[in-house]
């Protein structure tokens, strides 16, 4: 017999695969999918992915994830209130209003190809690279939608032409998906969320609309960019030739911030995703906090047109994850991610060793993009395991880095605090599983970190979103619960003040060396 429920779905498009969840009211999933996908790599530097693939990896996951739950005796077709959508931010994407066809490839993230063009701005302009600061909070990276949107602008002829012809359509990952999934070239919706759009380095912080003072000085024509919504609204019903036809989008937020809503992040609370990058952000209410310690002022959530929005402080680290990835497609000390954990546990420190990732540049709080990777303290006692260390130690060095500039700017008024009077760091993502790389964590910050039961929070703050749009959920309810605390695996610090503070000491040192190392001859 079928089980009549009330369900809600979300879409979880990562920089390195893409999945889709399937949750009842408890927020328990009964169906889950997941496709990964090909990164490009056209030249030193270059990161790029190709959307229609990524289209069809969610066509796959829907059903697969649909599948799973029929089979399970689960009638979502009559059951599923709305989907929510999460996605890697700052990827653009450019295409053809007409025809639906991509002008080229997704340029993603982490991608560098714009270092020209940063550098260029910032002698142009008044105010340097800090000189969009004051509107959107960011400094002018490469990080940044906009400056990526300007490299297909300037190198691209399809997508000259078609700005010419009135024929081209703007969009981060979400944009391009939703518009595609509510009917593309025949009436698809062309619009991003608050959060996605803080990303791109053109939308007012404070307006919450595109900044035309921005537009004008990059030359970036109003009419290609999607209209902007809250993080939790209907935004349009899935069209036909889609599975799951005629259910509402009802949710969008950039991967951050879902995380930030799946962990309840409240004002003064601070959540970490370790993904192929890590991502800490704190909560500081209802007003953005200019950061003075090279930290991001970014948008947290806005969870309904007419809700209260919350802004946060953000510290962006390029590599996390993707250094383990390194480690097994590129060096072969292991052959597969999970692998590090074990052989690290071999030894019971680095043996001097320090691994900083810099591969493409540093992002927060250095802000340097002509840094490249290094590994130092290398002698003959040097083994795999001492690097399989250092690797793990190098995630955790860029998260305090980046949460020691959050005390900085927050404050204490900033920040919650247990009745130990800890600061305490929420964690999440697929890194999560590995206790070694916790405790580290823990031992490196000197105060806890606590580990939801769930980690794919990213997914769960999607749905919740969607829920909160359709009446499934209250997000005053979802804040209040506690429950994430209540059900988490708390790693607790066992390292002295002495040894963190070498530790840290000798880690700075490792990252002054990366500097300038850009122009390394090939």
């Known amino acids: 017999m079928s089980k009549e429920q009330t369900f809600i779905a979300s879409i979880d498009q990562g920089t390195t695969s893409t999945r889709f969840f399937i949750y009842d009211k408890?927020?328990?999933?009964?169906?889950?999918?997941?496709?990964?996908?090909?990164?490009?790599?056209?030249e030193a530097g270059w990161v790029e992915h190709d959307p229609?693939?990524?289209?069809?990896?969610?066509?796959?996951?829907?059903?697969?994830?649909?599948?799973?739950?029929?089979?399970?005796?689960?009638?979502?077709?009559?059951?599923?209130?709305?989907i929510g959508l999460t996605n890697q931010r700052e990827t653009v994407v450019v295409w053809s209003k007409s025809t639906g066809s991509p002008l080229y490839n997704a340029i993603v993230w982490m991608d560098v190809r714009t270092s020209s063009i940063c550098r260029k701005l910032e002698k142009e302009l008044p105010g340097g690279r800090t000189h969009f600061v004051e509107s959107c909070g960011l400094p002018l990276s490469t990080y940044f939608s906009a400056v990526k949107l300007l490299w297909l602008m300037e190198?691209?002829?399809?997508?000259?032409?078609?700005?010419?012809?009135?024929?081209?359509?703007?969009?981060?990952?979400?944009?391009?998906?939703i518009w595609n999934l509510t009917g593309g070239v025949n009436g698809g919706i062309h619009v991003t969320d608050v959060s996605n759009a803080s990303r791109?380095?053109?939308?007012?912080?404070?307006?919450?609309?595109?900044?035309?003072?921005?537009?004008?000085?990059?030359?970036?024509?109003?009419?290609?960019?999607?209209?902007?919504?809250?993080?939790?609204?209907?935004?349009?019903?899935?069209?036909?030739?889609?599975?799951?036809?005629?259910?509402?989008?009802?949710?969008?937020?950039?991967?951050?911030?879902?995380?930030?809503?799946?962990?309840?992040?409240r004002r003064g609370e601070?959540?970490?995703?370790?993904?192929?990058?890590?991502?800490?952000?704190?909560?500081?209410?209802?007003?953005?906090?200019?950061?003075?310690?090279?930290?991001?002022?970014t948008l947290a959530f806005k969870l309904g047109p007419k809700a209260q929005t919350n802004y946060a402080l953000e510290g962006s680290i390029a590599i996390a994850g993707a250094?383990?990835?390194?480690?097994?497609?590129?060096?072969?000390i292991i052959s597969s991610a999970s692998e590090i954990e074990s052989l690290a546990s071999k030894v019971d420190?680095?043996?001097?060793?320090?691994?900083?990732?810099?591969?493409?540049?540093?992002?927060?709080?250095?802000?340097?993009?002509?840094?490249r990777g290094i590994c130092i303290g290398i002698t003959r006692f040097t083994s795999k395991s001492h690097i399989a260390r250092a690797v793990l130690e190098s995630m955790c060095f860029q998260v305090k880095d980046v949460l020691d500039s959050m005390h900085k700017d927050a404050g204490e008024k900033g920040e919650v605090k247990n009745e130990k009077e800890e600061f305490l760091l929420r964690v999440d993502g697929g890194a999560t599983v590995n206790n070694?790389?916790?405790?580290?964590?823990?031992?490196?910050?000197g105060s806890s970190v606590v580990r939801p039961a769930d980690i794919e929070t990213t997914a769960l703050g999607a749905a919740y979103a969607a829920g909160i749009a359709v009446g499934v959920w209250k997000e005053e309810e979802l804040f209040a619960s506690g429950q994430i605390i209540k059900t988490a695996s708390i790693f607790s610090p066992k390292s002295s003040v002495e040894w963190r503070k070498k530790k840290v000491d000798s880690w700075c040192k490792a990252v002054e060396r990366t500097f300038g190392l850009a122009d390394l001859e090939m």
Not at 26 to 42: C, D, L, M, N, W
Not at 55 to 76: F, H, I, P
Not at 349 to 359: D, Q
């Open 323 to 332: 250094a383990v990835q390194w480690l097994r497609d590129s060096l072969g």
């Open 26 to 42: 408890s927020a328990r999933i009964i169906g889950s999918h997941h496709v990964e996908f090909t990164q490009f790599y056209p």
């Open 349 to 371: 420190c680095t043996g001097g060793v320090y691994f900083v990732p810099a591969f493409n540049g540093l992002f927060a709080p250095w802000w340097r993009d002509d840094a």
């Open 200 to 265: 791109t380095m053109l939308m007012n912080l404070q307006t919450l609309d595109w900044d035309k003072a921005t537009l004008k000085t990059l030359g970036i024509p109003a009419e290609i960019l999607p209209k902007i919504v809250s993080n939790a609204e209907v935004i349009g019903k899935i069209a036909k030739g889609w599975p799951l036809f005629g259910v509402p989008i009802a949710g969008c937020l950039g991967d951050q911030h879902a995380a930030m809503v799946g962990q309840a992040c």
């Open 436 to 445: 070694l790389l916790m405790q580290i964590q823990a031992d490196l910050l």
């Open 270 to 297: 601070a959540k970490c995703t370790y993904g192929t990058g890590a991502f800490i952000l704190l909560n500081t209410g209802t007003a953005p906090i200019k950061s003075t310690h090279g930290l991001l002022t």
């Open 155 to 177: 190198n691209k002829e399809e997508v000259r032409a078609a700005l010419k012809k009135g024929d081209a359509l703007f969009g981060t990952i979400d944009t391009w998906l």
């Open 52 to 82: 229609m693939e990524i289209l069809e990896s969610v066509r796959s996951c829907m059903m697969k994830a649909l599948d799973k739950a029929t089979a399970d005796g689960y009638n979502v077709d009559s059951g599923l209130k709305a």
